[in-house]
């Protein structure tokens, strides 16, 4: 089945990410396109004034060493690459966030220029927003400091964020267009991805005995297996027996393990789960994690998707590409225009 990322657009999606990787790239200075920069020797010499030496000038907006390990930091993070990168890895990588940098500068830059009402009261409202998401102002401030972020950092990316959402959401995503057409073509040629394979959505009832387990221990758990089963067979609730006995994590949802397709269980599991019909329970099922009874809720069956009841996906997902191809070709002619120092 296609699946559509909820998003305003990648587009938007892409120059946040940049931001957040780059945080206070811009050290709550102002942006001047008109500045005239210093010649190629004073960049490599100049630092800003926290002291830090600066990769590269943008129309005169200096990015920090700083600001590129930091935004190195959380990019290795997202990707969880844990190891070290060989040179020649860690060299192609940092040029790509020096790039990542330099686009959202230049982006930024341009977005200044357009006045958003109520601004600092929008700031102050999405700050708000993020620290609401964490459990204690501790926490907050601890996250923060994980990224390298200060509160200032905080609220300059912020300021940003907003800045460049306002000039993308005018300048490209109100003028993007899809047509029905075009939606049915993206259809046609792409079917596949809109098929949906058969599913299943069940519960269980886990009593853990891993292959470490002895054999007395494994005879134990089937029998505590065996004696939950006939109080389901004899009319208790599943969920509740789930949510008192289950060793599984889903114990606390019941024993709900949502949907899943074939292939992504292990084999005993998932023979049993699609040989039940809706409202079936099975019997004690072995697997290396032990003992399980099993409920299937409900079933797919493999299906596709009619056009109409994804077209408006499709239509949204088009015109997100368009944007998308707007903004990239906008930020390269930004670069050939702009006067970028590289030390």
Same mark, same amino acid.
């Given at each position: ?261 074939? &292939? ?14 809706? &409202? ?64």
């Amino acid at each position: 089945m296609f699946s559509f990322k909820r998003t305003v657009t990648p587009a938007v999606a892409a120059i946040a990410a940049t931001l957040m990787l780059s945080a206070g790239v811009f050290a709550g200075e102002k942006a001047d396109a008109a500045a005239k920069p210093a010649d190629q020797k004073t960049v490599a010499k100049e630092a800003d004034a926290k002291g830090q030496a600066v990769v590269v000038k943008v129309n005169g907006q200096g990015i920090t060493r700083h600001e590129v390990d930091r935004a190195m930091k959380v990019m290795l993070a997202q990707n969880q690459v844990q190891e070290p990168l060989a040179p020649e890895a860690q060299k192609q990588a940092e040029a790509a966030v020096i790039d990542q940098l330099t686009a959202a500068e230049l982006l930024y830059q341009e977005a200044a220029k357009v006045k958003v009402a109520d601004l600092d009261k929008l700031v102050d409202e999405k700050v708000a927003q993020n620290r609401a998401k964490f459990k204690s102002e501790q926490d907050f401030v601890e996250a923060l400091k994980g990224i390298d972020m200060s509160m200032k950092d905080m609220q300059d990316f912020t300021r940003k964020d907003i800045l460049i959402n306002n000039f993308i959401e005018q300048r490209f995503v109100a003028k993007a267009v899809a047509t029905d057409d075009e939606a049915k073509k993206f259809y046609d040629q792409n079917i596949d991805r809109f098929k949906k394979e058969e599913a299943v959505r069940a519960s269980h009832i886990l009593i853990g005995a891993d292959q470490k387990a002895s054999p007395e221990e494994r005879k134990k758990a089937k029998e505590k297996a065996e004696a939950l089963l006939k109080r389901v067979k004899a009319g208790e609730d599943f969920a509740a027996i789930a949510k008192a006995e289950s060793s599984c994590p889903s114990a606390s949802q019941g024993g709900d393990l949502g949907a899943f397709g074939r &292939g992504q269980t292990v084999p005993a599991f998932e023979s049993a789960a699609f040989g039940l019909k809706p &409202g079936e329970v099975s019997g004690v099922v072995e697997t290396e994690f032990g003992y399980h009874i099993i409920k299937v809720v409900e079933k797919q069956e493999p299906s596709t998707e009619k056009f109409d009841a994804v077209k408006g996906k499709i239509l949204n997902y088009l015109k997100q590409q368009k944007v998308q191809q707007e903004l990239s070709s906008y930020i390269d002619e930004l670069k050939k225009t702009a006067k970028i120092e590289k030390n």
